[in-house]
């Protein structure tokens, strides 16, 4: 099962709450992604844990969270939605750092309204 | 900072043609190079890596690059309508494979 799972598909927030997004995959990879995109434009790499340290990318250092609390699960959290975080966010695995593949879910579509 | 380049944005082929897309890297420490596919509704799937310069063929699919100018393209042909979807051209830095910059995409149409 080469499956990444996201969840929910479809969220709406309201501004200035907090927002939560889950993703997980059984195929016990050490790495796991997050990635925004936006209509039209390049999915953005916001952070990714290598096993249990996480890298955030440091245009977005401020604005995104993450937790591992174990291999086959990551969430993506959001202190307080603006409505640039109206996006699409892309939960992504792979195993290890030798330029093998990376794994995409399906994503959620956050709508902050 | 690190941009990948893509073109054409759109692309529409006839069944059975040839397509071709490009893209281009700003960053020598950028070598590594990945074409993902996402059709409607899914995420992005891999489709072929070239990280040597010259061709790679899988199947209908050949990808060029050359380091040098740190050009790759993707060629598809016999296109089939199953192929229209949005194409990503993808780099990883020497350092650190698993991390994909990725360009901005050309939606490709293939017309029964």
């Known amino acids: 099962d080469t499956t990444v799972k996201q969840n929910p598909r479809y969220k709406l927030a309201r501004v200035g709450k907090p927002v939560n997004l889950i993703c997980s995959q059984t195929?016990?990879?050490?790495?796991m992604y997050w990635y925004q995109k936006k209509p039209n434009q390049a999915p953005k790499l916001l952070l990714f844990?290598?096993?249990?340290?996480?890298?955030r990318e440091a245009d977005t250092f401020e604005k995104f969270q993450s937790s591992r609390p174990n291999n086959s699960f990551c969430s993506l959290y959001i202190g307080s939605a603006g409505l640039e975080y109206s996006a699409m966010y892309l939960c992504a695995s792979s195993r290890g750092r030798s330029g093998t593949e990376v794994f995409f879910g399906k994503g959620t579509r956050l709508t902050v309204v | 900072q690190q941009k990948v380049q893509q073109s054409p944005e759109s692309l529409s082929v006839p069944e059975g043609g040839m397509a071709s897309l490009n893209c281009t890297s700003s960053d020598r420490n950028f070598q590594y190079f990945w074409w993902y596919r996402q059709h409607s509704g899914e995420g992005p799937k891999a489709l072929m890596?070239?990280?040597?310069?010259g061709d790679k063929k899988e199947g209908r699919f050949t990808a060029h690059l050359n380091k040098a100018s740190l050009h790759v393209s993707l060629h598809i042909r016999d296109s089939q309508p199953s192929d229209s979807a949005l194409y990503f051209c993808?780099?990883?830095?020497?350092?650190?494979?698993?991390?994909?910059?990725f360009g901005q995409g050309t939606k490709l149409s293939i017309k029964p």
């Open positions: 195929m016990n990879h050490d790495t």
């Open positions: 993808a780099v990883s830095p020497n350092y650190n494979q698993g991390k994909l910059i």
């Open positions: 890596s070239i990280f040597s310069d």
């Open positions: 844990y290598y096993d249990k340290i996480l890298n």
